[in-house]
């Protein structure tokens, strides 16, 4: 065999490397194009959550700065898609006032939401003196002496789509809930225990993904 003929041999084989790889990338991107396609169609729509109720098993303003508290909440999901389900990826939940978290952060059980499923989580949250800002703690007292106090139940998250076998990347998910919890003549909260006041709340949360 020539040296001629080696070079030959050698230019055939590179040409059917660029070949196999020229078709490997072709379908990549038809198999890309063909999800993009799916998931316009499909449009996934982001999950609505409820906060049902809210049940105080205490709450201590007394000392300066500081709050003491325990809640019980029962918030559920629903997946409003026909066709996608979805996955909730380390789910925590924390109260806040005014923006400022006053409650430890507890942890959901990560869960799969099939299509037009709904999911229910009755977590408790709680902190032990927790420190707060001193205007805030004053404005805490004031409205607690007023009769209501607004609070914010936050979950955040991170949650996929699952569209037939495909499952997409994870996304960030926040989650917002008003609860007016009220005191005294004012309370509309229903005794269920020593020292415990149920809220039927049933407020739809702001979500975003």
């Not at 790889?21 to 993009?36: A, D, E, N, Q, R």
């Not at 300066?64 to 380390?90: H, K």
């Not at 004053?138 to 914010?152: C, D, H, P, R, W």
């Not at 495909?166 to 003549?185: D, K, N």
Request: aromatic fraction near 12%; charged fraction near 15%.
């Amino acid at each position: 065999m020539t040296s001629k003929d080696c070079g030959n041999h050698g230019k055939g084989r590179h040409k059917r490397i660029r070949r196999i790889i020229g078709c490997l990338l072709v379908f990549l991107v038809i198999v890309l194009i063909t999800i993009l396609i799916i998931w316009a169609v499909l449009r996934p729509t982001k999950p609505r959550f409820i906060l049902q109720d809210t049940t105080v098993y205490g709450f201590n303003a007394s000392t300066q700065n500081f709050l003491t508290s325990n809640f019980q909440v029962t918030v559920s999901s629903r997946n409003p898609n026909d066709r996608i389900g979805i996955y909730y990826d380390r789910l925590v939940t924390y109260a806040t006032y005014r923006n400022q978290q006053v409650t430890l952060r507890t942890a959901l059980p990560p869960t799969y939401q099939g299509h037009n499923e709904v999911n229910v989580w009755s977590p408790f949250i709680y902190g032990n003196m927790v420190p707060i800002a001193p205007d805030f703690s004053v404005a805490l007292k004031t409205e607690q002496s007023a009769g209501s106090i607004f609070m914010v139940i936050k979950i955040d998250g991170r949650v996929r789509w699952k569209v037939g076998a495909f499952v997409s990347g994870r996304y960030h998910l926040h989650v917002r809930c008003p609860a007016y919890i009220t005191f005294g003549s004012r309370s509309y909260g229903v005794s269920v225990g020593e020292n415990a006041v149920k809220y039927q709340i049933a407020t739809r949360c702001r979500v975003s993904v």
